[in-house]
């Protein structure tokens, strides 16, 4: 009886064996041609989307480190010739409630920042 049931355990796995080899050397077979149809050539395109992406990133990154810079320059710019005195001397020459109203909505600081953004254009123009 022994014997028998290690006979039936034998031909079973020989037999779901060679069913699996035959199924995987198929499937094998078919990954290396979908390797070289397939995957070969999408590695080529996520390879040069990557490449642009990065290449996106340093430009976008340039950008900002050179307005950074520009905005440095129009700031001293405007520090030297003291626009921000020159406002607030010819807001204080208005009427209180005017003064009040005006700096509660800090259009001072608007029109400074606005002054600012036309001036640092102006820079990177030159």
Not at 56 to 72: A, H
Not at 78 to 105: G, K
Request: proline share 2%; hydrophobic share 50%; charged share 15%.
């Amino acid at each position: 009886m022994r014997h028998f049931l290690i006979l039936c355990v034998l031909f079973a796995s020989f037999n779901v064996f060679a069913d699996s080899w035959f199924e995987t050397t198929t499937n094998w077979f078919g990954e290396i041609w979908d390797l070289f149809t397939i995957h070969t050539p999408n590695m080529f395109e996520r390879f040069i989307t990557w490449v642009y992406i990065w290449v996106l990133k340093v430009k976008i990154y340039l950008q900002y480190e050179s307005v950074k810079f520009y905005y440095t320059i129009a700031s001293t710019f405007l520090s030297e010739l003291q626009l921000t005195q020159l406002l607030s001397t010819y807001i204080s020459r208005l009427e209180p409630d005017l003064q009040y109203v005006i700096n509660v909505t800090k259009l001072p600081d608007a029109f400074m920042l606005i002054i600012e953004a036309y001036v640092t254009r102006f820079i990177m123009r030159l």
